[in-house]
């Protein structure tokens, strides 16, 4: 892999096991649009780009060699072998390698940890377009303004402002009981009752309790700000989609959360977020336990 730099965007050779709608269209990141040329447009670490592929080259517009070695390499996980993952995964079950095959461009991306804590607060019980409409209208009431091709584009608002903010004036966003629990999370890490640092130096179990000390932040969503947020790939968000599927493939018959998210960590151990992010889209596309 290869990164060279244009006036005004970057081309990576050698990418491969990436899937540009299969990534930024999963509900891991809310802040991708996709053009119908199949580009996307979006917002990551104070960034607005365009990225597209052309087969295995990746070219990301507005952006520079050092943007590339500092934000994007990891953001979207450049360097890991996807391709070994699957071939690990495809030997747990049967219905795992399906889903590996079903969507194999599927990489985990390595968000802001703050901004994948609001972005699935906002999540709760909600679906993508609405979740996408929530942050947008946070982002372009309370966020920095970024220019791009003659158009002004908005930040995803820091902890500081989020904190100074009224009930009243989140109330913006229409995002209804979620408001307080955003700025619970903006006071506990103004107050520094939480620190990114501090998480990051914990153990996945001890990071998510400390997580789930955040007023509405419970197990599906904690597992969520670890994984996307954090790059804790052992974490396995369970969501309505992954319980349907976890329940037809591996159960006889309904399951709680718990007794699933138990199952995940015996087998599918540290790459259960692959796992899980596999299994989501091709239950998700497939309408599994649907039926």
């Avoid at 006036?7 to 996709?34: K, M, P």
């Avoid at 377009?129 to 970024?146: A, D, S």
């Avoid at 091709?149 to 009224?166: N, Q, R």
Wanted: aromatic share 14%.
């Amino acid at each position: 892999m290869t990164c060279t730099e244009f006036d005004g965007y970057i081309c990576i050779d050698n990418v491969t096991d990436l899937d540009l709608r299969q990534t930024l269209d999963c509900g891991q990141s809310f802040r991708w649009t996709e053009n119908a040329d199949g580009s996307f447009d979006g917002i990551a670490f104070g960034k607005k780009v365009r990225v597209r592929l052309d087969g295995e080259r990746l070219y990301i517009e507005n952006s520079n060699k050092a943007d590339f070695e500092s934000i994007w390499k990891d953001y979207f996980d450049l360097e890991l072998d996807y391709g070994k993952i699957r071939e690990e995964i495809s030997e747990i079950h049967p219905v795992l390698k399906e889903a590996a095959k079903y969507a194999p461009g599927i990489r985990i991306l390595r968000q802001e940890p703050y901004e994948a804590l609001c972005t699935f607060i906002i999540s709760q019980n909600n679906n993508i377009k609405r979740i996408k409409g929530i942050v947008q209208r946070l982002c372009e009431n309370f966020g920095k303004q970024i220019s791009y091709m003659g158009k002004t584009y908005y930040t995803f608002p820091d902890t500081d402002t989020i904190y100074s903010l009224s009930k009243e004036d989140l109330s913006v966003i229409r995002s209804g009981f979620r408001d307080k629990y955003i700025m619970d999370a903006a006071d506990k890490f103004k107050s520094g009752t939480l620190t990114e640092e501090y998480i990051k130096s914990l153990s996945t179990p001890d990071a998510k309790k400390a997580l789930m000390t955040i007023n509405g932040v419970g197990n599906k969503v904690s597992d969520c700000i670890l994984l996307f947020g954090l790059g804790r790939v052992d974490s396995f968000p369970v969501d309505v989609w992954i319980k349907r599927i976890m329940e037809y493939c591996y159960f006889d018959g309904e399951q709680s959360i718990p007794a699933i998210s138990a199952f995940a960590e015996k087998h599918f151990g540290d790459i259960g977020g692959f796992a899980q992010q596999y299994l989501f889209f091709y239950a998700r596309e497939n309408k599994i336990g649907t039926e």
